[in-house]
């Protein structure tokens, strides 16, 4: 109990050396298996303060999930410690469950056939929730995310961007000091990521709840975390902010120009590369840092220009660079001493 | 928080649960009255196929009707108890397959609360109402000297005998945590021992029966204490002391499907999905 009040503000989140080991059971014929020992989640190491905003990034599989739920408390790690406000998850977790909000994003915990308030008031009684408190905070929630006509909906009749908002309502009446949000904005549209993402914004400045979120729209990051941490293959290969991340992956964006009619591959010497041709369309690849604007201009100029677009990098390609380049430089140190 | 107090805390988040499905069950209510009644009538005609079997025979396996009413009727509204308030604990599998089990982790409630009161199905009221019925029936046509004695064991029976079968729902429903698609087997036991035990234990090979005494102590439930009752000879010679031993099986079943409930929930914490 003491340990709560001893964790430094500077650690709200920590974690030492965490990791989790799955024993897979592969079906390798009728009755025989294969076990494997799959390390999901590789001595990572990290702190959180409270109040930070942090993304946390990495392909499918790459031990996102399975490090979030170590810190819900919903899987005991195999090695390591970890902390949260003080608190061993895996051991209390429903001591930890009134301190932390969960959100899954495509998991709804609102009632299916009740109106949305029902689910709230559910809330309400089982997290204890004194009744003036709730009141504030419904009021609150309700005026900030625009739920104030849905309330009396069933939530089986809400759009998923309604469903969202009302899940994110409902991970916050407890007034949790960590708010986990699983790929918050994935199929939502472009206004109701805009206002998601401009609630948590507001949620992490006015209150100071720190927000730990995995994504996989860097749009999210860009707009929302001043810190990134990018796993893959259960280990941390980046913590730091995101300019850093596009600088540490060389990460490219895509400019798709339409032009009149097939033509050879366009020539723009060093400012980007053509990867593709398809009849009139051309994609080509420039740095992420770089400005669309000059190269824009310069083929506008020069090529019977109709349409374009630019496309921004995306996760997966970011890591997949960043995990190339490891490689790479691993190869390169193991060669360099029977090469002298 | 000790074991009482999660005790309480449990049952705390059972009602609030159960409350909240059978306010959605209620969001149709033509289609909830249509099942229940459509529930009635299919273990209704359960009953009826027995009435059919006395028609062609005076008695089976040495059991009259009232008696052999008497042992479904003990049968049916045990299992009716537990299936009406843990039977939903059988779907625990399928929770574990999509993933929403986590959803369930992250609450500050004892997680076999809530998957107990998970989708909690009050249609499946018609088996206990059905049962109760016949166990009318059998005490009003039933030649039995009734003791004080042997009334009180009625409702323990009933009690225990729930017991009895909530503690193989959530012994079934552990097992899931490591294979997700044995609620077929889980109603085996479950459905099967019911209806298993609505027939005389006179009508059974002595294997099955000492099984069903010994392995999964289902006789307990109805066959030994009604033989009591009824001034029955006990099932495999067993002392007569043994027709009071429900409380005490019951309370020995609970206790092993609990660690079973613990154990399993510790794989998949450890194990996830």
Redesign the interface.
């Known amino acids: 109990m003491s340990e709560g009040a001893t964790v430094p503000e500077s650690a709200f989140i920590e974690v030492d050396r965490v990791e989790k080991v ?2 897979v059971r592969r079906r390798t014929g009728f009755l025989q298996r294969e076990l494997r020992r799959v390390r999901a989640v590789d001595a990572i190491s990290f702190t959180v303060a409270r109040g930070e905003m942090v993304g946390y990034i990495g392909p499918n599989g790459a031990g996102k999930s ?1 490090t979030i ?1 170590m810190l ?5 790690p ?1 090695g390591g410690r970890l902390r949260v406000a003080g608190i061993d998850p ?1 051991r209390e ?3 930890l ?2 301190r ?1 909000g ?1 959100v ?1 994003g495509q ?1 709804t ?1 609102l ?4 109106p949305l308030i ?1 689910s709230y008031r ?1 809330m309400h ?3 204890r929730i004194p009744d003036g408190r709730y009141r504030e905070n419904l009021d609150r929630l309700v005026e900030l995310l625009d739920l104030s006509a849905l309330l009396e909906v ?1 939530v089986r009749q809400l759009s998923l961007g309604q469903r969202m908002r009302g899940d994110i309502a409902a991970a916050l009446l407890h007034d949790p000091e960590v708010l986990y949000l699983d790929e918050p904005t994935i199929g939502l549209d472009v206004v109701s990521k805009a206002r998601v993402r401009e609630f948590l914004r507001e949620l992490n400045t006015e209150r100071g709840t720190t927000v730990l979120l995995t994504t996989h729209d860097l749009q999210d990051i860009e707009q929302l975390c001043s810190r990134v941490m990018v796993i893959d293959h259960g280990r941390l290969v980046y913590d730091g902010a995101l300019a850093g991340l596009h600088e540490a992956g060389e990460s490219e964006r895509t400019l798709v120009v339409d032009l009149e009619r097939e033509l050879p591959p366009v020539e723009v010497g060093e400012a980007a590369r053509v990867v593709k041709v398809d009849g009139p369309r051309q994609w080509l690849a420039f740095p992420a840092s770089e400005s669309a604007a000059p190269l824009v201009a310069r083929i506008a100029a020069e090529y019977p220009l109709v349409d374009l677009s630019v496309r921004e990098p995306d996760i997966e390609a970011v890591i997949a660079r960043m995990y190339q380049d490891r490689e790479t430089a691993r190869e390169t140190v193991v060669q360099a001493p029977g090469n002298s | ?1 000790g074991e009482g107090g999660r005790l309480v ?1 449990g049952l705390r ?1 059972y009602r ?2 159960a409350g ?1 499905w059978i ?2 069950t209620l ?2 209510r033509v289609s909830f009255v249509l099942t229940v009644v459509g529930g009635l009538l299919v273990t209704g005609l359960d009953f009826v196929a027995i009435l059919l079997m006395f028609s062609q025979v005076d008695v089976l396996g040495g059991y009259t009707l009232p008696e052999v009413a008497f042992l479904y009727g003990l049968s049916a509204t045990s299992f009716g108890l537990a299936d009406l308030s843990i039977g939903s604990a059988g779907r625990l599998g399928s929770r574990v397959r999509d ?2 089990l ?2 369930l ?6 997680v076999l609360a809530q998957v107990a009161a998970d989708r909690f199905a009050l249609r499946r009221v018609a088996r206990l109402i059905q049962g109760t019925l016949v166990l009318g029936y059998a005490w009003v046509a039933l030649d039995v000297d009734w003791t004080p004695v042997k009334v009180a064991l009625v409702p323990v029976m009933l009690v225990c005998g729930g017991l009895i079968f909530a503690a193989v729902f959530v012994a079934g429903a552990a097992f899931q945590f490591v294979a997700q698609d044995a609620s077929e087997v889980q109603a085996a036991f479950t459905y099967g021992g019911q209806t298993l035990l609505q027939y005389p234990p006179t009508v059974f090979g002595t294997e099955l029966v000492r099984g069903v005494t010994f392995v999964l102590p289902l006789a307990f439930v109805n066959w030994v204490p009604a033989a009591y009752v009824l001034g029955r000879p006990y099932p495999l010679g067993l002392p007569e002391w043994a027709a009071f031993a429900p409380p005490l099986v019951a309370v020995a079943c609970c206790a092993v499907a609990g660690s079973a409930w613990r154990a399993g929930l ?1 794989t998949y ?4 999905s």
Do not use: C, N, Q
């Open positions: 799955f024993d399975t739920k819900t408390g919903i899987l005991t195999s895996s977790r429903t001591r469950a009134h932390i969960v899954f998991r915990t009632w299916w056939d009740l029902d559910l009684r089982m997290y069933p | 928080m805390e988040a609030l649960i909240m306010r959605s969001a149709y993933g929403t986590d959803t982790l992250v609450r500050p409630a004892p510790r914490r450890s194990t996830g």
